[in-house]
């Protein structure tokens, strides 16, 4: 299609298959601001339909691999898939981390798949904001499964990646420290649990670790106790038990309403956090100014405390 900023252009565009527009639409999400905004308000009225995946877990565990071979099995059954590989990292400092999706370009050229990177770039509520929104939109198109592909386990990738519907955790055999992997929230999130790697020595150990700590967590007689599945995502090995694992899951909290628990959880999350940013936006656009000047000055000179000169600055915007 033509070159066009139009929001409305570019969504019909993508819901007619145009992968250019979709990529349009995209990066007006991860810049943000009002376009980022009017795609939000497109999409959601025609989103809901979609079934998200996270995968995440440290640098190296292979989740790209795995993320490839498991749209591998996708198309092996038709269906469509998107994916979503989320890089937290600057787009400039990021190159390496970029690089290693290039496994995934295998299946850059079939229509029924869509990779993209996304960073956080100018997006005012980083990527926390912009991945379900991009979610959405990719929901909102058509794409009825999506994998989100987080970096590491910092804050940001296990925010990410519990944010799905099914989160899947990758781990190597010999992962190395439970109680640091516990503290980044794996345990926390962890829907079903991937030992990748599975050719290594050391899966039973890591397998009775998990089981280990599993037991430990006092999960309820009657809640999901999330599988352990060993793969080789190199070969495929394991990748059908793994989607027959994440499909149980999906399974077992339609049944028990789970899903609809945690769908609705995220949205008032959402949108606690999309005030917050407009809050602070606005924070940012009065902290300007004389009066700013007089005030912060003031504070500076211990003629008035913060407190009052804040509150002053405030008095347009609370009410």
């Given at each position: 299609?033509?070159?066009?900023?139009?929001?409305?252009?570019?969504?019909?565009?993508?819901?007619?298959?145009?992968?250019?527009?979709?990529?349009?639409?995209?990066?007006?999400?991860?810049?943000?601001?009002?376009?980022?905004?009017?795609?939000?308000?497109?999409?959601?009225?025609?989103?809901?339909?979609?079934?998200?995946?996270?995968?995440?877990?440290?640098?190296?565990?292979?989740?790209?691999?795995?993320?490839?071979?498991?749209?591998?099995?996708?198309?092996?059954?038709?269906?469509?898939?998107?994916?979503?590989?989320?890089?937290?990292?600057?787009?400039?400092?990021?190159?390496?981390?970029?690089?290693?999706?290039?496994?995934?370009?295998?299946?850059?050229?079939?229509?029924?798949?869509?990779?993209?990177?996304?960073?956080?770039?100018?997006?005012?509520?980083?990527?926390?904001?912009?991945?379900?929104?991009?979610?959405?939109?990719?929901?909102?198109?058509?794409?009825?499964?999506?994998?989100?592909?987080?970096?590491?386990?910092?804050?940001?990738?296990?925010?990410?990646?519990?944010?799905?519907?099914?989160?899947?955790?990758?781990?190597?055999?010999?992962?190395?420290?439970?109680?640091?992997?516990?503290?980044?929230?794996?345990?926390?999130?962890?829907?079903?649990?991937?030992?990748?790697?599975?050719?290594?020595?050391?899966?039973?150990?890591?397998?009775?670790?998990?089981?280990?700590?599993?037991?430990?967590?006092?999960?309820?007689?009657?809640?999901?106790?999330?599988?352990?599945?060993?793969?080789?995502?190199s070969t495929g090995e394991g990748v059908v038990?793994?989607?027959?694992?994440?499909?149980?899951?999906?399974?077992?909290?339609?049944?028990?309403?789970?899903?609809?628990?945690?769908?609705?959880?995220?949205?008032?999350?959402?949108?606690?956090?999309?005030?917050?940013?407009?809050?602070?936006?606005?924070?940012?656009?009065?902290?300007?100014?004389?009066?700013?000047?007089?005030?912060?000055?003031?504070?500076?000179?211990?003629?008035?405390?913060?407190?009052?000169?804040?509150?002053?600055?405030?008095?347009?915007?609370?009410?």
């Open positions: 299609m033509a070159r066009t900023s139009d929001p409305n252009e570019l969504f019909s565009a993508a819901v007619a298959g145009d992968r250019g527009a979709t990529a349009r639409l995209l990066s007006l999400i991860e810049r943000g601001g009002e376009p980022g905004r009017a795609v939000g308000r497109i999409a959601y009225p025609r989103s809901g339909q979609a079934y998200t995946v996270g995968m995440t877990g440290a640098p190296g565990a292979g989740k790209s691999t795995l993320t490839s071979a498991t749209i591998g099995h996708l198309r092996s059954m038709d269906l469509e898939v998107a994916v979503l590989a989320i890089d937290p990292s600057s787009p400039f400092t990021g190159g390496a981390i970029l690089g290693d999706r290039v496994r995934m370009q295998d299946h850059a050229t079939d229509p029924g798949v869509f990779i993209r990177s996304m960073a956080t770039r100018g997006h005012l509520g980083g990527l926390s904001l912009a991945t379900p929104e991009a979610v959405r939109l990719l929901d909102a198109i058509g794409r009825r499964w999506i994998l989100v592909e987080t970096v590491g386990v910092g804050q940001v990738e296990v925010e990410i990646a519990g944010k799905a519907d099914t989160t899947v955790v990758v781990v190597n055999p010999g992962w190395g420290d439970s109680v640091q992997a516990n503290k980044a929230g794996l345990m926390e999130i962890a829907d079903v649990f991937v030992i990748n790697k599975a050719d290594r020595k050391g899966v039973e150990e890591t397998r009775r670790d998990l089981e280990q700590m599993l037991d430990l967590s006092d999960l309820p007689r009657d809640a999901w106790r999330p599988p352990i599945v060993p793969t080789i995502a038990a793994l989607w027959d694992a994440v499909v149980a899951h999906r399974a077992h909290a339609e049944s028990t309403e789970q899903l609809a628990q945690r769908r609705a959880f995220r949205s008032r999350e959402e949108l606690r956090e999309i005030v917050a940013n407009r809050l602070r936006e606005r924070a940012r656009e009065i902290c300007t100014g004389d009066r700013w000047d007089e005030l912060t000055s003031a504070v500076v000179a211990h003629t008035t405390d913060p407190w009052s000169a804040a509150d002053e600055m405030l008095a347009g915007i609370v009410a």
